[in-house]
């Protein structure tokens, strides 16, 4: 090998092959390795090329993310028959895509929650647009709670608190009941269970920022209804969106397409409300449990 070389090597015969991949090994073709996908260049080389880089990295980010959400929004389905079709690159991956309209779901629900407690009356809501569950923390039961030392702020803080460690898995949970529902509807198909699962992560993306504008607009946020007329558009929306989607991706008729949209909303608000309701009598009976001899 030649002193003068250092980015290739110098094999046999005079030939000389391309560098190796700093990450894995890999000989290099081109500017970034075949193998596993990282940038040939090397950007630790100065500030500049590393702050470069890193702004590349954050611009090429968030077109892809921005690009993704209003494909989402605007388009119901294609981001699905995209995805299955084999453009994966141009869209944030469904996981992700999931994971930050969840994130963003928490982050306006940590300001303005769907679950209410009112301490002089013990009454629980739990309102997600048109799924709307009441309950009651009996007065004996918050009575002997007080002679115990919990206030009725702290038994609302409380209640919220099974509520919040119970929603991430909840809809971890309603991902892949969803997805089962669509394995019922479409078994006819050949589609598999992870093909349904990416229809369902992209579905479940698109309800969490619709309830996320739900929680965004003061109507009914004192008591934390969401307001009838609100709550009804919401429904329409869901609906159309799954009734559109489905025919996108699965195709059929328009009437075939109309009826298993239709199944599909109406479980999507049967899961929430039974999660609601499941969660809202779990909190009472520990709250009870608590205030037992």
């Known amino acids: 090998m030649t002193a003068g070389v250092t980015e290739e090597a110098v094999v046999a015969g005079g030939a000389r092959q391309p560098p190796p991949c700093e990450n894995c090994g890999t000989p290099l073709v081109g500017a970034f390795c075949h193998a596993c996908g990282q940038h040939a260049a090397h950007h630790l080389r100065s500030v500049r090329a590393f702050v470069g880089h890193l702004l590349q990295d954050l611009a090429h980010y968030d077109s892809r993310a921005l690009r993704t959400v209003v494909t989402l929004v605007r388009h119901p389905g294609r981001l699905t028959a995209e995805y299955l079709g084999g453009h994966r690159v141009r869209f944030v991956q469904p996981l992700q895509l999931y994971g930050l309209a ?122 934390g209804a969401p307001g009838v007329a609100l709550a009804a558009l919401i429904a329409v929306v869901a609906l159309g969106y799954l009734v559109v989607a489905t025919r996108r991706v699965y195709g059929g008729s328009r009437l075939g397409s109309a009826g298993r949209g239709f199944v599909l909303w109406l479980g999507f608000y049967v899961t929430i409300a039974l999660w609601s309701f499941g969660v809202e009598a779990l909190a009472i009976v520990r709250l009870q449990q608590q205030a037992s001899p």
Not at 163 to 170: R, S
């Open 102 to 223: 969840a994130a963003l779901f928490f982050l306006v629900n940590s300001i303005h929650p769907f679950f209410h407690y009112d301490p002089a009356s013990g009454r629980v809501v739990s309102a997600l647009s048109a799924a709307h569950i009441e309950g009651t923390v009996a007065a004996q039961v918050r009575a002997e709670l007080a002679a115990h030392g919990v206030s009725p702020a702290l038994i609302g803080e409380r209640l919220g608190n099974m509520v919040d460690a119970t929603l991430p898995p909840a809809l971890i949970g309603a991902v892949l009941l969803f997805s089962a529902l669509l394995v019922l509807l479409y078994r006819r198909t050949r589609r598999g269970y992870v093909e349904h699962v990416v229809f369902s992560l992209h579905w479940w993306a698109f309800a969490l920022l619709l309830l996320t504008v739900d929680r965004l607009l003061p109507t009914g946020r004192a008591t």
